[in-house]
Structure formats: C-alpha cells, structure tokens
C-alpha cells in the first residue's frame, strides 16, 4: 500500500507528569461511565459506541474490543472466556481487537491458548500487548507474536497492519516497552484506529499533531477502576493521569481523534468488581448524515 511520511514527532514522555499531564485538558468526555449504551446487559455487558463517518462503504461495518481478560485455570475466569467467545461470535464483528493483558500470570499460558482457541475464527483479529504481557522479561515480543501467529491472528507491538479500508497501529506497553508511532502511514483513504494498551500511552504520544492520523484510538488497563462507589465513582486506576481516563468515551481538542478506554472483563489485584461492568466494546459504524 502506498505510504505517505508522518511529520508529527512521535515524543514519548514515560511519566506524564508537568507537560505530559497538562495534555489531559485537551481531552473532553463525550461518554461517561453511566451514560455508555448498554446494548446486552448481563455478567458481561456489551457496550455499543456509534462512530459517524463520511466514508459510506464503512458503514455497517463493526468492530469488537476486549481488553483485560486475565484468564486463568479458576472456574469463574473459564466461565467467562466461554461467555465472551458466545458473545462475539452473536456480534459478528468484522473485525476483533485484542487491547492486551489476555493473560493472567506466565503458569496460566495453558488459559491464554484455551482463549485464543475459542475465538480465533470469529473475526480477523489484531492484538497488541499489554503490561503483564511485556512485564515478563524472559517471553519476549517475539514469543507472543510467535503465539497469535497460530492462531492467525496479528500481534501488533510498534507494528501496523492495512486491511482493505482500515489501518490499525498498535503500539508496546508504556510500563514495560517504548512506544512509539510509525513514521509512515497509508497514503491511501483508510480509517485509523490506534490500539494502546494503557491510557497513559495516548497521553504520552499526544505531542504536536502526532495523534491527528487516528480516527479512533482504543484503550482499556484501567479495569474501569474495578471498585465503583455510588455518586464517587472509581477509587482507583493503576494510571498515572489518574482518574480522568477511568473508563468511556473522549475526543481529542483540536482534531477529530476519539479514544474509547474500555472497563475490560478480568481482575487483577483485587479478586472481584464492585459496582463496575465488565465489557466488550462494540463499535459500529454509521453515516456521518444521521
């Protein structure tokens, strides 16, 4: 496909923190935790965000996000893997992405397999890593990309993938790895999402214009802060902007990029949720003239 160069610097700033975090203003809800679409509701809900475009061949077009699975051996985590593979293969999604921590711990890789197994036909599917992915000095990128691989799927780290009308980019985990954008990008008319593990990414890489190209940027890590209280909403987010990018949907000042961070489905830390959905992420394509 040709390509066309990207003159935005890509800077990435570790610690969003002084310049990093006053970024944060640039960056509006337009969707918050209580105000999201709840198309299915049950012990995992399905979130429906609508995108408008101007491209009518996009339209009706869908795609799936799930992040934060952390499967493992225990029979409540098993359950949810057999409900989240019922549900995206119901939601016929053109297209599946993986936001990444699809796995718990290094001793639960047998999980992660029994996952990707039972959705591995659903849709083409594109993952990126996540921190317990990239945390784990001794299981390289190249090890997971070896693992999708398998199972026909695309592992995306600092890498990008063009598929017909969309590009998506998926970049290293911001804990463990280094970000970064691509140089160049697809000259031709194509939608761009940009996959992000964690929020602080997308607020590391928000220098200049650097974010303009992306149409839709995905993210999840946050859990959704995992412990909601009523009227307070999350205690808590392993983020560094804090709670701010908790969970929902954002637009970028400026431009027309939106970032959508997703509640995910697992637990990590604390063994359950309270008052706090777990979710896949269906974003459906509409006409810009609705």
Same mark, same amino acid.
């Given at each position: 496909?040709?390509?066309?160069?990207?003159?935005? +610097?890509?800077?990435?700033?570790?610690?969003?923190?002084?310049?990093?975090?006053?970024?944060?203003?640039?960056?509006?809800? +337009?969707?918050?935790?209580?105000?999201?679409?709840?198309?299915?509701?049950?012990?995992?809900?399905?979130?429906?965000?609508?995108?408008?475009?101007?491209?009518?061949?996009?339209?009706? !077009?869908?795609?799936?996000?799930?992040?934060? +699975?952390?499967?493992?051996?225990?029979?409540?985590? $098993?359950?949810?893997?057999?409900?989240?593979?019922?549900?995206? !293969?119901?939601?016929?999604?053109?297209?599946?992405?993986?936001?990444?921590?699809?796995?718990?711990?290094?001793?639960?890789?047998?999980?992660?397999?029994?996952?990707?197994?039972?959705?591995?036909?659903?849709?083409?599917?594109? #993952? /990126?890593?996540?921190?317990?992915? !990239?945390?784990?000095?001794?299981?390289?990128? #190249?090890?997971?990309?070896?693992?999708?691989?398998? =199972?026909?799927? *695309?592992?995306?780290?600092?890498?990008? =993938? #063009?598929?017909?009308?969309?590009?998506? =980019?998926?970049?290293?985990?911001?804990?463990?790895?280094?970000?970064?954008?691509? #140089?160049?990008?697809?000259?031709?008319?194509?939608?761009?999402?940009?996959?992000? *593990?964690?929020?602080?990414? +997308? /607020?590391?890489?928000?220098?200049?214009?650097?974010?303009?190209?992306?149409?839709?940027?995905?993210?999840?890590?946050?859990?959704?802060?995992?412990?909601?209280?009523?009227?307070?909403?999350?205690?808590?987010?392993?983020?560094?902007?804090?709670? $701010?990018?908790?969970?929902?949907?954002?637009?970028?000042?400026?431009?027309?990029?939106?970032?959508?961070?997703?509640?995910?489905?697992?637990?990590?830390?604390?063994?359950? !949720?309270? $008052?706090?959905?777990?979710?896949?992420?269906?974003?459906?394509?509409?006409?810009?003239?609705?």
């Amino acid at each position: 496909m040709p390509e066309k160069r990207n003159m935005a +610097v890509p800077e990435f700033f570790r610690n969003p923190s002084g310049r990093g975090l006053q970024r944060l203003r640039h960056w509006t809800t +337009v969707t918050d935790y209580a105000g999201a679409e709840i198309l299915r509701h049950g012990p995992i809900d399905v979130v429906r965000y609508p995108i408008r475009v101007d491209l009518h061949r996009l339209t009706g !077009r869908k795609l799936a996000f799930i992040s934060d +699975v952390h499967p493992h051996a225990g029979k409540a985590a $098993r359950h949810r893997t057999e409900l989240v593979a019922q549900l995206l !293969r119901e939601l016929a999604p053109d297209y599946l992405l993986l936001g990444g921590d699809m796995i718990y711990d290094s001793c639960d890789l047998a999980a992660f397999h029994e996952l990707l197994g039972k959705i591995r036909d659903i849709a083409p599917t594109m #993952a /990126i890593p996540g921190n317990w992915e !990239r945390g784990k000095e001794w299981l390289s990128p #190249a090890f997971w990309r070896e693992c999708y691989r398998k =199972y026909g799927m *695309h592992f995306l780290c600092n890498r990008g =993938y #063009a598929d017909g009308d969309f590009f998506f =980019y998926g970049v290293d985990d911001f804990y463990n790895g280094y970000p970064r954008l691509p #140089a160049l990008m697809p000259e031709n008319e194509t939608f761009n999402i940009l996959l992000a *593990h964690n929020p602080d990414t +997308v /607020i590391g890489l928000d220098t200049e214009d650097a974010l303009r190209p992306y149409r839709l940027i995905l993210c999840g890590h946050t859990h959704g802060g995992q412990i909601r209280l009523p009227f307070l909403g999350p205690l808590y987010t392993s983020c560094r902007c804090g709670l $701010r990018l908790a969970c929902g949907r954002f637009r970028r000042e400026g431009f027309d990029s939106e970032l959508i961070v997703s509640c995910g489905i697992g637990n990590r830390r604390f063994p359950g !949720r309270f $008052r706090c959905r777990r979710e896949i992420v269906l974003i459906e394509f509409t006409p810009a003239s609705l």
